[in-house]
């Protein structure tokens, strides 16, 4: 605030960047808090079937890379099974 400048000495630093998600395109589901943030399952799965969120896009505690990276793979695990069936689905009506 005062405009006055510290050197402070680190070996490390880790940025806080995209504080506030950028999920305003989902509004309308129904699936953010009053945060913004998504609700999600222990499988990243939000309350709309196909629809999962990863990083630092969803309700969590810690928001660092290597949690949004095992979020990813949780929700690609959980969702193979969901596209497969879709998949299956789509072929029958042809």
């Known amino acids: 605030d005062t405009g006055e400048e510290e050197v402070i000495e680190t070996q490390g630093v880790f940025p806080y ?4 998600p950028a999920t305003h395109y989902l509004e309308k589901l129904g699936v953010l808090n009053s945060e913004g943030h998504i609700e999600v399952d222990q499988n990243c799965q939000t309350k709309v079937k ?7 896009a969803i309700v969590k505690n810690l928001r660092q890379i290597v949690t ?27």
């Open 50 to 56: 196909g629809i999962y969120g990863i990083g630092d």
């Open 68 to 94: 949004a990276t095992s979020d990813g793979a949780i929700a690609a695990q959980h969702s193979v099974p969901y596209v497969q069936m879709q998949r299956k689905d789509f072929c029958r009506k042809d």
């Open 17 to 20: 960047i995209g504080a506030i």
